[in-house]
């Protein structure tokens, strides 16, 4: 084993040194990159995440050179509260965590701070849908991480996706799509940290029978003091998360976040499969 492994090594400087490293396979150039080390959160109210955890954690890792560990609650109400997130350390040896969870009526203060510790402290992070929703403690700390505040969303509707930014490394090649009927989250404050690279559209039926237009922001990046935070409220149905242009959209946002996407919008060597 340690054979095959110093003539694998050997050849990739090989062809390094040549300017050839284009003609190695994905295989090989992921063999010489340690996989990032990512955390799956999943769990709370109203979402099939038994089922959508697993989605995200193949899709991902059919996509990227990571490795994900998933920590998963049964609880599925809005009060659903991690014990992994009571440890001061729980974030210990990780490249980047996926918030998937939806707890909105978590708001102990200290508990939501130790979440946020670690992110504040330069550890990545995606948030997925209903972590747009959660920890409403008595401050806006939380949707300051995440980039926009949130607190309500449409009727189930298909959505309209426009990609606003296409120089930006992450939606480079990103074309616009439609949801099947999807949940439309509202924007109530956009931070001066935020950079939104998507609206969504949706026609929501009136009262008279008209269908007025409503559009918010619905994928963005973030700046979080040391941290890049990747966000979509997109995600609410199964069928979207197992769509293969929403899970495009996720692994470049975790890739971005760790600083593994180019200016070109291709994963740095070793990280795509």
């Not at 690279?197 to 009262?207: D, N, T």
Request: contains cysteine; charged residues 20%.
């Amino acid at each position: 084993m340690n054979i095959r492994l110093s003539a694998c090594s050997a050849l990739f400087c090989l062809l390094t040194a040549l300017g050839l490293t284009s003609f190695l396979g994905p295989a090989l150039r992921a063999a010489e990159v340690q996989p990032l080390r990512a955390l799956l959160v999943t769990g709370g109210c109203c979402h099939e995440y038994g089922n959508q955890k697993d989605i995200l954690k193949k899709g991902l890792e059919a996509r990227l050179n990571v490795v994900i560990a998933q920590v998963h609650t049964n609880d599925t109400t809005d009060r659903a509260r991690l014990a992994l997130y009571e440890k001061a350390d729980w974030a210990k040896d990780l490249d980047v965590v996926i918030h998937d969870e939806c707890s909105s009526y978590v708001t102990d203060k200290a508990f939501v701070q130790n979440i946020l510790n670690a992110h504040r402290n330069g550890l990545p992070a995606v948030n997925l849908h209903c972590a747009m929703h959660s920890y409403r403690i008595d401050s806006d700390e939380w949707f300051q991480f995440t980039g926009i505040q949130s607190a309500a969303h449409g009727p189930h509707e298909p959505i309209a996706i426009q990609f606003l930014d296409a120089e930006h490394p992450l939606t480079k090649g990103l074309t616009d799509w439609t949801t099947i009927r999807e949940e439309l989250y509202n924007n109530l404050k956009v931070f001066p940290t935020a950079h939104p690279l998507a609206r969504g559209r949706q026609f929501v039926k009136q009262p008279d029978g008209t269908s007025k237009e409503v559009e918010y922001f619905v994928a963005w990046v973030n700046q979080y003091d040391k941290t890049r935070v990747f966000s979509t409220t997109l995600g609410h149905n199964t069928a979207t998360v197992s769509d293969p242009r929403y899970l495009d959209l996720v692994a470049r946002g975790l890739l971005w976040a760790c600083g593994k996407l180019d200016a070109d919008g291709k994963p740095s060597p070793g990280y795509r499969r």
